[in-house]
């Protein structure tokens, strides 16, 4: 219960900063100043439009599927914050510690197809219908790589659980263990015998237990821009060919369900992707012999200073990572739809094939 | 939970009812996503959490995804009045309900309920996962291989058939038509 009070108001509060965020970044990008008018630097810019937003007539087009063009928006939005459920957001806080954790996110989010389809389906209008299918067809085929990419991880951490997962990447590895103590070798790799459990930070990252999980990280990376329908896949959404792709004929709130939904995607995303490769909430410094950095960033799970400082930590790292999405929608070009089919099955996934696959040897050199 | 049971219940019956009498076909496509997200719903509540995601995973994002391309992509003019029912299917569709019914309906007056729901019990108290991935990785593993096979060729074969008009110059093959 603690987890949806905690994460329903950062999603709207992330959304209102994000948008401006965006704007900011791609002004920058592009030599500009953007929004500044309102506020210091602008930063009531969101609020502002949002104001608008909600002021603005719903409308309803005379010809369009009415059940469907009105459930829409509330299916995306649903499927992708049901994704939230099984996220930790610190050693003691997360929504339901169900085993199934990675396969249930990674299947719920895949929800949000069908609302989209219903959106272009509903709207009765040829740029969304083409937008819904080819939105529809890129999440679908990006799933591959994306799930491949998490599968890998997986396999190196032996569970699901999102929040054991979390564990096994820091100096807390047995805090929950009565017997049966886990260790962390150097690179994931026993016979160099150099053991890191108690050394921690970036050294237990899952990222240094399997270094080919960098690799892997970026293949996660793309396939969720891709899913997310962000650019340089933005596709769906192209405006010089598709006006708005499947959210043409929606305005007022409806419109901005989908912005909701769009801005969620990336924070999950970006939380999975901080969760299953740098480290979850655990701190990012190695205890170094007497100096114990480790110890000194992180609070041990139980306490309010160890979920406060683990959530920071989790939030730096995801920030991050949306800054990076946000950087790179602004510098690369759209992609032609044969090349995003290319990308996604001929490079991306091989190359996520082949990384479980030496997973799956590697998990025999860490025990 | 047994309040859960009957709404599950509920809604998969009242969505797999209207399926029948509405006449708009991608209507009815969508109402089959309650349906499947009900049955899943069931698999939780009967503690098959592994085997409930898949169902999500397969029936919604897999074969509802395919059937509402194929009706989008295969759209006739009167999508909104197909024709649901004729008499020549319902003498057929008649039988195979009663049939269906009756198997039902002698299973469940064999079970012996009072040893299952102490089954139960234990069940849901453990996740599944960790069991069927020891029993396919053991006693099942031929099935599982072979079923990885089947479906490799399955996909090699599509990529087949999708690659045929890759030969073929496509301007050429439209002009014709």
């Known amino acids: 219960m603690i987890a949806l009070l905690i994460i329903l108001p950062s999603i709207l509060l992330f959304v209102v900063i ?39 007539e719903d409308i309803l087009p005379t010809k369009a599927d009415k059940p469907l063009f009105l459930i829409a928006p509330i299916i995306i939005f649903t499927s992708i914050f049901a994704g939230y459920a099984v996220l930790p957001i610190s050693p003691d806080i997360i929504g339901s510690s169900a085993k199934v954790g990675v396969f249930y996110m990674l299947t719920i989010i895949s929800l949000d197809v069908v609302g989209l389809l219903m959106a272009g389906w509903g709207s009765n209008n040829k740029f969304a219908i083409i937008g819904a299918i080819r939105a529809v067809a890129q999440i679908i085929s990006y799933e591959i790589p994306l799930t491949l990419s998490v599968l890998s991880v997986v396999m190196i951490c032996q569970t699901l659980d999102l929040q054991e997962i979390s564990y096994q990447q820091g100096i807390w590895i047995n805090w929950n263990a009565t017997s049966n103590l886990e260790a962390n070798y150097l690179f994931g790799i026993k016979a160099l015998n150099i053991d890191t459990t108690q050394i921690g930070g970036i050294f237990t990252w899952n990222i240094f237990r399997f270094p080919l999980l960098m690799v892997s990280f970026i293949i996660f990376f793309i396939a969720s821009l891709a899913e997310a329908n962000r650019a340089p896949f933005d596709l769906p959404e192209a405006e010089s060919e598709l006006v708005g792709g499947y959210h043409t004929e929606y305005s007022g709130f409806r419109w901005g369900l989908f912005m909701l939904a769009e801005y969620a995607m990336m924070l999950l995303v970006a939380f999975m992707g901080a969760i299953l490769f740098l480290g979850s909430w655990n701190t990012p410094f190695p205890n170094i012999g007497s100096l114990a950095l480790a110890n000194w960033t992180s609070g041990s799970p139980g306490t ?60 025999l050199m860490m025990i | 939970m047994i309040l859960l049971f009957y709404l599950f219940s509920f809604f998969i019956v009242a ?102 729901i102490n089954q139960r019990q234990e069940l849901i108290a453990s996740s599944s996962i960790s069991q069927i991935g020891f029993l396919l990785m053991t006693q099942n593993l031929i099935a599982f291989e072979l079923i990885g096979i089947l479906l490799m060729v399955a996909l090699m074969g599509a990529a087949m058939i999708a690659a045929q008009f890759q030969d073929k110059p496509i301007h050429a093959n439209s002009s014709h038509e």
């Open chain 1, 18 to 56: 994000g948008v401006w965020a965006e704007r900011k970044i791609s002004a920058f990008v592009q030599d500009r100043y953007g929004p500044m008018e309102i506020g210091y630097y602008g930063i009531f810019q969101t609020i502002a439009d949002l104001l608008k937003m909600l002021q603005k």
């Open chain 1, 304 to 363: 309010f200073l160890g979920n406060i400082v683990g959530f920071s930590w989790l939030l730096i790292k995801t920030l991050l990572i949306v800054y990076l999405q946000m950087l790179i929608r602004w510098t690369y070009p759209r992609l032609r739809v044969d090349q995003l089919m290319h990308l996604c099955w001929k490079i991306l996934t091989p190359i996520a094939l082949g990384i479980v696959f030496i997973a799956s040897i590697w998990r």
């Open chain 2, 15 to 116: 969505s797999s009812g209207a399926i029948l009498f509405v006449k708009n076909i991608v209507h009815c496509a969508f109402l089959l996503m309650i349906t499947m997200l009900s049955i899943s719903g069931i698999f939780i509540l009967a503690g098959a959490d592994f085997l409930a995601i898949a169902q999500i995973m397969i029936y919604i994002g897999g074969i509802l995804i395919l059937i509402l391309f194929g009706i989008m992509l295969t759209q006739r003019n009167n999508i909104n009045q197909v024709p649901i029912s004729n008499f020549r299917t319902s003498i057929t569709s008649i039988l195979i309900i009663g049939l269906v019914f009756t198997m039902l309906i002698t299973i469940i007056f064999k079970l012996d309920s009072e040893s299952l």
